[in-house]
Structure formats: structure tokens, C-alpha cells
């Protein structure tokens, strides 16, 4: 069992635990703003997305949990940054 907090700005952050931890995807959710709001507040997953070492998947969990009929996504499992599925 690993848990790891770290201090500092997100992006860099996400994107050196994947880098420890040589990760094969990392996922992370998304508001999807857009515009001046996205422009004044970052986008944490755009820098994410940018400078990862390996692929990332973003999802938008409003749209998962309003209309989980409509999703074409049947299951989605959890699992930390290296893949692994405990903590």
C-alpha cells in the first residue's frame, strides 16, 4: 500500500508521479470550461494531456452520471496511476 500527497501545482504534480511511477495511462476528470474562464483559471488536464509521458484519458463526470444509458462506456474500472487496482 503506497499514498502519496504532494504540494505544488497539479500538472507538474500528476505528471512526475507518472513519470515515478512509469505509468502506462493516467485518467482524470474534467469540467470541460471554456473560454475566458478556462483561460483565467489553467486547464490542469490541458497541461496534463501536453507534457505526459504516456497516454491520457479524461473524462466528464456530469455527463457519466446524468445519462449513464446513453453512455457508450458500459464499465469503468478503477485503478491508481501505475495501474495497479489497491491502495
Do not use: N, W
Not at 16 to 34: C, P
Not at 64 to 82: C, H, N, V
Amino acid at each position: 500500500t503506497e499514498i502519496e500527497v504532494r504540494m505544488g501545482d497539479p500538472g507538474t504534480e500528476i505528471i512526475s508521479a507518472a513519470r515515478k511511477r512509469t505509468a502506462d495511462l493516467i485518467v482524470m476528470a474534467t469540467h470541460g470550461r471554456k473560454g475566458l474562464r478556462r483561460l483565467v483559471l489553467g486547464s490542469v488536464a490541458e497541461s496534463v494531456i501536453r507534457q505526459a509521458p504516456c497516454p491520457v484519458l479524461t473524462i466528464r463526470p456530469h455527463s457519466l452520471a446524468t445519462k449513464p444509458e446513453r453512455s457508450r462506456l458500459r464499465k469503468i474500472e478503477s485503478g491508481l496511476i501505475d495501474g495497479s487496482t489497491s491502495l
